[in-house]
């Protein structure tokens, strides 16, 4: 179902941080998906991160046209417009000046927020009681470090060494998705 | 590079942990340029589903994305 996450935008443009953690755990899929025809060319993760940044810093001046999901929009142009300069920045954008037409489509209208589904929330939940001890402790070791403490850290915390940190999260990730599949969740369509 | 080598590279670039440049952006993470196209593809779709799977199972539906610019928000 498509939501309009504008609800939460004059808390948001009044400095509001919680109301803007709810725009962003609507908005972050979308922001992401629109780089999808960037991936080979930026790390499309540092780039969702500085959109995120800049949106919280431009939030204040924001004026709703009308339309739903204006913050969104604002959001998924300044992505655009970084990993084109970040492909430049880096030499990776195509020579080819139809490919970076393509690249350069406004995205505004092809990606929408979609609601959580409480569902997939429970089937996680259930899937990840199932999951091994090691590869359970290291992906519960990631989403603990909430994106700021080094997987180096990490590992040393749970006595791993990196590379078998990292081969843990990438099991426990398959592993999950995998029990996703079994209970009848379509994750091609449903993670994207 | 061997195919496990290749797979922590991968892995390595599906954190959510990014450094910040002098000037105050985002950079992306070493991992990420040792990659060929296709590899980052694959790092892209593994974050897809990484980052959906820490929002759903968070209490306010945020990923450690979502986590890591808040975070970056409070310091600023």
């Known amino acids: 179902m498509s939501v309009d996450l504008d609800v939460h935008a004059a808390?948001?443009?009044?400095?509001?941080l919680d109301a803007f953690g709810r725009w962003v755990a609507g908005a972050e899929p979308a922001v992401r998906a629109s780089l999808r025809p960037f991936a080979a060319r930026v790390d499309?993760?540092?780039v969702v991160q500085e959109t995120l940044?800049?949106?919280?810093?431009v939030a204040r001046r924001f004026v709703a046209d009308g339309r739903p999901n204006g913050l969104l929009r604002l959001a998924l142009r300044i992505a655009?417009?970084?990993?084109?300069?970040?492909?430049?920045?880096?030499?990776?954008?195509?020579?080819?000046?139809?490919?970076?037409?393509?690249?350069?489509?406004?995205?505004?209208d092809?990606?929408?927020?979609?609601?959580?589904?409480?569902?997939?929330?429970?089937?996680?939940?259930?899937?990840?009681?199932?999951?091994?001890?090691r590869p359970?402790?290291?992906?519960?070791?990631?989403?603990?470090?909430?994106?700021?403490?080094?997987?180096?850290?990490?590992?040393?915390?749970?006595d791993m060494r990196l590379n078998t940190f990292l081969q843990n999260v990438s099991r426990a990730r398959k592993l999950l998705l995998a029990c996703l599949e079994a209970r009848g969740v379509r994750v091609a369509e449903e993670l994207r | 590079?061997?195919?496990?080598?290749?797979a922590?590279?991968?892995?390595?670039?599906?954190?959510?942990?990014?450094?910040?440049?002098?000037?105050?952006?985002?950079?992306?993470?070493?991992?990420?340029?040792?990659?060929?196209?296709?590899?980052?593809?694959?790092?892209?779709?593994?974050?897809?589903?990484?980052?959906?799977?820490?929002?759903?199972v968070d209490p306010d539906g945020l990923s450690t994305t979502a986590r890591a610019v808040l975070a970056r928000i409070r310091g600023w």
């Open chain 1, 11 to 16: 808390a948001v443009a009044a400095g509001d």
């Open chain 1, 44 to 46: 499309a993760e540092a």
């Open chain 1, 53 to 57: 940044f800049r949106v919280w810093q």
């Open chain 1, 80 to 108: 655009r417009n970084l990993a084109v300069d970040e492909m430049r920045r880096l030499r990776t954008i195509p020579a080819d000046p139809a490919s970076i037409a393509r690249l350069a489509d406004d995205p505004a």
């Open chain 1, 110 to 133: 092809a990606v929408q927020p979609v609601e959580p589904d409480p569902r997939l929330r429970e089937a996680i939940a259930d899937c990840r009681r199932r999951l091994p001890p």
């Open chain 1, 136 to 158: 359970a402790a290291a992906i519960a070791a990631r989403i603990d470090g909430d994106g700021v403490t080094p997987d180096r850290l990490l590992a040393a915390a749970l």
């Open chain 2, 1 to 6: 590079m061997t195919p496990a080598e290749r």
């Open chain 2, 8 to 56: 922590a590279l991968v892995e390595a670039v599906t954190t959510a942990r990014r450094d910040v440049r002098a000037d105050g952006r985002v950079v992306a993470a070493p991992a990420w340029h040792d990659l060929d196209a296709v590899a980052r593809e694959e790092a892209f779709d593994a974050i897809v589903a990484q980052r959906r799977l820490e929002a759903a």
